[in-house]
């Protein structure tokens, strides 16, 4: 049997055999656990095994789980195939693909030159009128009467005029046979003169009424068609925008006037270094998507425009034989042939993106994260888009972000 030495002040050491137990006992009675014997005691026991056990466990698969997603290997998992492909190098097809609308090469809102009440609209929508062809009639209000009064008047002074001259014509001769005297003669002859001066002051004045009367009305400054009526009989009109290129109507415009018909494309900065005056291009237009119209490069912006960060230039290309059904304002697709450009570095458009401002693509980084790097750009043709610096070939690109991306597509 063993025996038992005291240790401490609440322990026992109990030696039993070559074992040695350590047993503390409560300061007091009321700090005690109560003592499970038996089957209880076994039964406690279980329990607070099962509980360790289960915990374990927890602990264990939460573990799996974090080295799972976060461990070292997990990268080296991920198949990339569907999000990335391999900058290339090659040469872009022979076209530039920009868009446009179809627009008149001549247009102007026509307007009075003074300002009134119309009277008549002689011409309707679509129709063809040539230079100098009267398309409407301003009000002429007082206008005739004013017309007739100086024509009255004129014929009165011409009347008085020939009058004088006969008389002076007299006295011309009974002169010349010494009859009259010199100042009787020169008396008529300033009369006369003066009668002529009147004549000449009142033809004048009609001249300017009749000009007047030709304000009033509004004539075709070119042959053309016209393409919009901005005015009816009955309203008032100005001349302020007088042969205005506007778009719109404002209350000084009566018709728009339009004369041949063009192509003006947006071309980016990045294209235009291959665009060449003559240079053939093919056209669609969304209204008859199944055919194609030629055209060519008639003119090249010398000044680029600037919208949204994105730079172009307006090319203007003139039609071939373009048939009537074509018609303003049309959108159309133009495809300007240019040749295959020197090889360079291509990915595919979609994989272009921007960062602060810069254009860019996003490289495959640590950890497999998609890392932005800047480039310059070259033209586009199709889905390709060259690239002039900061990639090489062979280089993967992302095309798609990833389900783990930290960025997000601009």
Not at 300 to 314: G, L, M, S, Y
Request: proline share 6%; with cysteine.
């Amino acid at each position: 049997m063993g025996r038992n030495l005291p240790f401490g002040r609440d322990n026992v050491v109990n030696f039993c055999g070559p074992m040695v137990r350590i047993e503390q006992r409560p300061s007091s009675p009321a700090l005690a656990e109560p003592v499970l014997n038996g089957p209880s005691a076994r039964l406690h026991r279980g329990r607070r095994r099962h509980l360790g056990v289960v915990a374990l466990l927890v602990v264990l698969l939460s573990s799996a789980g974090l080295l799972w997603r976060f461990g070292p290997w997990r990268n080296r998992d991920r198949d990339l195939s569907a999000y990335t492909v391999q900058a290339s190098r090659g040469s872009l097809s022979g076209v530039i693909t920009a868009s446009g609308e179809l627009q008149a090469i001549r247009r102007v809102n026509v307007s009075p030159r003074k300002q009134g009440l119309l009277k008549q609209l002689l011409v309707d929508e679509g129709e063809e009128v040539t230079e100098g062809q009267v398309l409407a009639v301003m009000d002429r209000g007082d206008f005739q009467d004013r017309l007739d009064e100086q024509k009255a008047l004129l014929r009165q002074a011409e009347a008085e005029y020939r009058a004088k001259k006969d008389d002076y014509n007299r006295r011309r001769n009974l002169y010349k046979q010494g009859v009259v005297s010199a100042d009787n003669y020169n008396t008529f002859r300033n009369e006369m003169i003066s009668k002529n001066e009147k004549v000449i002051a009142s033809q004048e004045r009609v001249q300017q009424l009749l000009q007047e009367g030709r304000q009033l009305e509004i004539r075709a400054p070119f042959s053309g068609k016209i393409t919009a009526r901005f005015a009816e009989p009955g309203a008032f009109v100005t001349p302020t925008t007088t042969a205005s290129t506007n778009a719109g109507a404002t209350s000084s415009s009566v018709v728009e006037l339009s004369q041949g018909l063009e192509v003006v494309a947006r071309v980016p900065e990045s294209d235009i270094g291959r665009i060449r005056l003559g240079q053939n291009a093919d056209l669609r237009v969304d209204a008859y998507p199944d055919e194609r119209f030629k055209a060519k490069v008639d003119e090249i912006a010398p000044r680029a425009e600037k919208q949204d960060n994105v730079t172009t230039f307006e090319v203007k290309l003139k039609l071939l034989n373009a048939p009537p059904r074509l018609l303003i304002g049309m959108t159309a697709d133009i495809d300007f042939q240019t040749g295959r450009s020197q090889p360079k570095t291509l990915v595919p458009t979609v994989a272009i993106v921007t960062e602060n401002g810069q254009p860019g693509v996003l490289l495959v980084g640590e950890k497999q994260q998609p890392t932005f790097q800047a480039v310059d750009l070259g033209s586009s043709s199709g889905d390709q888009t060259a690239i002039l610096n900061g990639l090489e070939p062979g280089s993967p690109v992302f095309i798609d972000l990833p389900p783990w991306s930290n960025k997000q597509r601009n």
